[in-house]
């Protein structure tokens, strides 16, 4: 089910995750940013679209982790785009087969892999997605994955995060990359902190939408996730321990792993 969320802007969310696949409509079709996961739930968004009468025009990854980097035949073939360093990862990661990425990653069995992680890079300087429709512009970072990208629906005031500003997620962050891992993430915020005054909507790659007054306090709540990390204090985060979301327990794991990995860096 197709909800909107801005004119021009809809989403389907995926029951992995609260995973979301956003749709932007353009004149001459739609551009369509992680479209999702599950087999059966991409084909109920292929007839969503095909109702709408939309054909997607373009596709773009956020970011290149399994779960932002699939497709369904039945979307077509246009150009999946993202950042050149996340088509890179994405390239180099696959090399070795998409069985190995598929084990490696704990990919749950009934996602199908067909086409997973075909997308072109973009040139390093590209700010804008190449495509007739609304101005979306890219603002690429380091933070959560290498050529992480989050991207800017100018006109429609949609900021869609990638895997941040999750209201469910805390800020996970890429700890195999070769820069600082904190210093990057709290970067990649400043970024999405510049925007911030032109974002009535937020979509987090996983979690709730949030509307306007959300945007800042999810940019401090992810701030001070990371603060605390970097100063080895507790975070009281909402996101773990007991006050988490049903169902997101595991994410207090995720925390007590980075804490683990940030004591032997
Ligand atoms: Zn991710």
């Known amino acids: 089910m197709l909800t909107q969320v801005a004119d021009g802007v809809l989403i389907h969310e995926s029951e992995f995750c609260q ?40 596709g773009f990854s956020t970011h290149p982790h399994w779960d932002h980097l699939l497709w369904h035949a039945g979307l ?35 996602v199908s892999l067909d086409l997973l992680g075909l997308i072109t890079g973009l040139p ?8 007739h429709g609304t101005g979306i512009r890219i603002i690429e970072h380091h933070a959560h994955a290498p050529g992480h990208a989050a991207l800017l629906i100018e006109e429609r005031g949609v900021l869609v995060a990638g895997d941040m500003l999750s209201d469910v997620l805390i800020p996970m962050l890429d700890l195999n990359g070769i820069g600082d891992p904190i210093e990057e993430y709290l970067t990649a915020l400043r970024l999405l902190e510049d925007v911030a005054g032109d974002v009535d909507v937020v ?3 996983h979690g709730s ?13 992810d701030r001070a996730y990371v603060l605390a990390l970097r100063d080895g204090t507790d975070p009281s985060d909402p996101r773990i321990g007991p006050s988490a979301k049903p169902g997101w327990e595991w994410v207090s794991d995720v925390h007590a792993g980075q804490v683990q990995r940030l004591l032997r860096n």
């Open 19 to 58: 995973s979301n696949a956003v749709v932007v409509q353009g004149g001459a079709g739609v551009l369509l940013i992680d479209a999702g996961v599950h087999e059966d739930e991409m084909s109920c968004l292929v007839s969503d679209l095909s109702e709408l009468g939309h054909t997607v025009v373009a």
């Open 203 to 205: 979509v987090p790659g």
């Open 209 to 221: 939408v949030g509307r306007a007054d959300q945007v800042r306090a999810r940019i401090d709540q």
């Open 124 to 131: 390093a300087e590209t700010t804008q997605i190449p495509w």
């Open 76 to 110: 077509g073939a246009a150009p999946r785009y993202g950042t050149a360093r996340c088509a890179a990862t994405a390239g180099d990661r696959l090399s070795g087969g998409v069985d190995a990425v598929a084990k490696a990653a704990g990919i749950p069995e009934e």
